[in-house]
């Protein structure tokens, strides 16, 4: 099982912080969202965004291989001023 959290304005539309994800094989970000994305139609949020990705705290991107134990967080684009 992995636990996956959201951030920012994905927390928000997503309604959720975070949740736990069953893996029983070895799966990539994308594999993982993919999964979340054909959940209904407010989780095609994750698709239509250019959302960040991050492993065990380090940012990556989609081909980022996710093992059963790890933390999967997503949040949007951050800009600065």
Do not use: Y
Request: proline share 2%; with cysteine; aromatic share 8%.
């Amino acid at each position: 099982m992995i636990q996956i959290r959201f951030f920012a304005s994905l927390r928000e539309h997503l309604d959720t912080a975070s949740l736990n994800f069953e893996v029983n094989n070895e799966k990539t970000v994308a594999d993982i969202k993919q999964q979340l994305v054909s959940r209904g139609e407010k989780w095609q949020f994750l698709s239509e965004r250019d959302v960040l990705c991050a492993v065990n705290q380090t940012l990556t991107g989609e081909d980022a291989i996710v093992n059963d134990g790890d933390e999967l967080a997503f949040f949007p684009p951050v800009t600065g001023g």
